[in-house]
Structures are given as C-alpha cells and as structure tokens.
C-alpha cells in the first residue's frame, strides 16, 4: 500500500474521531509535505532514513526545528495506524533525531503587566467579554467557541471539554469557577428563550454559527487598557507563568487546569530566577562560617 492510500484510510477511520480543526490541519500538512514525496511510496518500504532525509532537507531550507517536529508528529501517527493495520512492524519515525531546540514557554512581562492583563479580562464588558473570561481558565480558544449548552451541567456547575474538541483526545470535566457560572447562566437563560439550547453556548448573532475570529475584540480590549500585543493564545502562558511563578501553585493543579496530559509540558511555564545561583552560594559559604 502506498503512503497516499494510507492516509487516505486514516482520514476515512478517524473523521468521525478527531475534530475537523483536527482533520483540516493534518490534510494540509499532509498535502503540502508528503502527497508528492514519501506518499508515492510503499508504506513498508519507508525506512527511518527517508524520513531524516526528508527532515534534514527542511531545516537546510529554513524551517525551525520546533516546525519540522510538529510535521513529523503528523508523519508519526500514520504510522501509527500503519501499525494498527500489520502494515509494518516499527514506526520509522521514532528514530528520527532532530537538533536540540529550546522548547520553554516564554511570557516575558512583568508580574505587574501580568496582573493588568488578568485585570482587564476580569472586568471586560465589552465585545465577547465572556468568551475571554472562559479563556482565562485555561481553555484553548476552539474549546470555547466549539462548547455546546449540551457540555454544561449549571446543576452541578461543571462543564466538559469533549474529546473530540481537545488535544488530549478524551472528555475533560472541570468545575466552574462561580463568575464564570454566573455568566453561563445568563447565556443559557437567554438561549432557552429564543429556543437555541441545542446549539453553541457564544453565538455569533450574524452567521448564527460559533465565531471564528474574534481578533478585533480583543485587539480593541488590549488597547483600551493600554496593554501590549498578545495573542489570545498567550492567556493560556500567562495562567501557567503566573500561577506557577507568582501564586507558587502546585505544578500538577497548573497542568490539571491548562489540559496537558503530560506535567512537563507544564513546567516549561517556570522561569528561573538568575539570582538564586547567587543566592545559593551566599548562603553555601555563609553555612561554614
């Protein structure tokens, strides 16, 4: 079987599996890196060789080693499925060795500059505040915007982040925070009014759909408060930054809350203070003195 007509039996198993943020993603990264390479090829015939080959040509033309890693992990769960189909043995790309690259979560802002942002989003009544509220505990953005009335229990006042709308591909049950439950609820009051309590908790009232792009928004809340330009991708490095650096809550409660299946993605969020070094041979001397 080639390559191509691997993918294509992926596709066609998984699309009722993954999310279609999911699917679109790996059918683009597929068609732009392999379709007319490595896909013309016998999936048994691809040795971990081809594949170093393949990666070692995208970082002589440029690509960031963190990039050709994610195009790899694309690479590497086909194999996967290959491995499900008894169509190879081993899965090439575990042998791929890629240069070392600094893959810490870097949010370079004060405690002060942190604080304000954190502020800003609290007290927003502006555009889409609540959306950028539920993104201030520790949820991605397609979570969010994908999150039906169906995922929330305002009895018991949980939600569910479904599987087929995160990264760690299993249904992921948090409890509400009370602000956040207040607010929930006035969108569920309002949806079962107008009869909508089957569909997405923030609809977009022009498209009647879930949003898409809500840059302006935030750019516009940004910038009232005369804070600097941060994605909204950036909300979920400022909860691990501050929590961990600032509030000195536990690591595995931080990792908990952002949704990561492994605490070391987590600590990529602790910054090291310069000074200690300092510290620790002060107080090394200090001990025989």
Request: hydrophobic share 40%; charged share 25%; glycine share 2%.
């Amino acid at each position: 079987m080639l390559l191509n007509e691997l993918f294509e039996k992926y596709i066609l198993f998984y699309e009722l599996i993954l999310s279609k943020t999911t699917l679109r993603s790996d059918i683009a990264t597929y068609n732009k890196h392999f379709k007319n390479g490595l896909g013309l090829k016998f999936v048994d015939a691809i040795t971990f060789l081809d594949i170093q080959e393949f990666c070692n040509v995208l970082l002589k033309n440029g690509y960031k080693v963190k990039t050709v890693k994610n195009i790899v992990a694309k690479l590497r769960v086909i194999f996967k499925f290959a491995l499900k189909l008894d169509l190879v043995i081993k899965n090439p790309c575990e042998f791929i060795e890629l240069p070392r690259f600094d893959n810490k979560r870097y949010f370079d802002y004060s405690t002060k500059t942190q604080k304000a942002i954190i502020k800003a989003i609290v007290e927003n009544r502006g555009v889409n505040a609540d959306i950028f509220f539920f993104l201030l505990h520790g949820r991605r953005k397609n979570e969010v915007l994908s999150l039906k009335f169906s995922d929330i229990n305002l009895k018991n006042r949980t939600y569910i982040i479904p599987y087929k709308i995160n990264k760690a591909k299993r249904n992921m049950i948090y409890t509400m925070s009370d602000e956040l439950y207040l607010r929930l609820l006035k969108h569920y009051i309002q949806a079962k009014k107008d009869n909508r309590l089957n569909g997405y908790i923030f609809e977009n009232s022009n498209t009647h759909n879930k949003f898409v792009d809500l840059r302006r928004s935030w750019n516009s809340l940004l910038k009232r408060n005369n804070l600097p330009k941060i994605r909204l991708h950036d909300i979920r490095h400022l909860i691990g930054t501050y929590s961990i650096n600032y509030l000195k809550l536990p690591i595995e409660q931080v990792s908990f809350t952002l949704g990561h299946t492994n605490i070391i993605t987590t600590q990529k969020y602790i910054t090291s203070n310069i000074k200690k070094s300092k510290e620790t041979i002060e107080n090394l001397i200090k001990s025989v003195n």
